[in-house]
């Protein structure tokens, strides 16, 4: 069990969707990343951007038939960070309960 | 409190974020197919006898194999958009454990009929066989990946 250590970075709403995506996967492509998460490239870029600046995600681009595609993967320190940020959450709604 | 909304929202939207990646990763019908074609064609390669077949062409085999495996995964790439090489939870690892272990026995058998001369269809029934093995296997290993994928798993 992680110790619970809330994460302001990670609590925020897409951010932690996104997390909580790149955590089931070994990667994902950032157009399923927009298509999961109902958002725009330039949002999802953002939201990525500082996710990587805290070394909780990595991006990489292959290009398949010339066209460049974005694969994202969480970090091992970003796994750490989400795994600590979710039991957070359940110690808080155990305390209310 | 908001502190207790807000965090059993956010612990909700994880679970639901969860089971909208699991049912993401919806292996394509030809996916596992072909795997069985390559392990087939592996077989072939290791198992025809001597004679039946130039060590050249065993060689092209083994090649088409090595492309052919690259190939079908990028096209998973692109359709599913996810990439999971590993098992992600104690029943997906169990079941990689024992395709593997069918994986050794085929390959296995193919040499050893090459090495002790035995007749050229040995390799096409089991390259016949793991196509057969390879689709079952590959949807019931799918089904667990995503099971454990919705419980929180991860690999």
């Known amino acids: 069990m ?60 292959t290009f398949p038939s010339g066209r460049a595609a974005t694969w994202a993967r969480l970090t091992t320190a970003g796994r750490h960070a989400l795994t600590g940020h979710l039991a957070a959450l359940k110690s808080l709604v155990e305390q209310v309960d | 409190m908001a502190d207790d909304f807000d965090a059993q929202a956010a612990l909700d939207a994880a679970t639901d974020t969860r089971t909208h990646l699991a049912d993401r990763v919806q292996t394509p019908w030809w996916y596992h197919p072909c795997y069985g074609i390559f392990i087939a064609v592996t077989c072939l390669a290791l198992g025809l006898p001597a004679g039946t077949i130039s060590h050249q062409h065993r060689l092209y085999l083994f090649l088409l194999v090595i492309i052919g495996n690259f190939a079908v995964t990028q096209v998973y790439r692109h359709v599913t ?58 949807r019931h290993y799918d089904e667990a990946l995503r099971a454990e994928m919705r419980a929180g798993a991860s690999p």
């Open chain 2, 81 to 138: 958009g996810v990439w999971i090489q590993t098992a992600v939870g104690p029943r997906t690892r169990r079941l990689m454990i024992e395709f593997a272990i069918g994986l050794v026995l085929a390959f296995a058998a193919s040499v050893a009929n090459y090495l002790w001369h035995g007749p050229w269809w040995t390799p096409v029934v089991i390259g016949a066989a793991a196509i057969v093995a390879a689709t079952l296997f590959g």
């Open chain 1, 2 to 61: 992680s110790e619970p250590v809330f994460d302001d970075l990670i609590h925020q709403p897409h951010r932690l969707r996104i997390c909580v995506l790149l955590a089931g996967a070994e990667e994902v492509a950032f157009q399923a990343l927009c298509e999961e998460l109902g958002v725009a490239m330039p949002t999802l870029s953002k939201q990525l951007k500082m996710l990587s600046e805290a070394g909780y995600v990595t991006t990489r681009k």
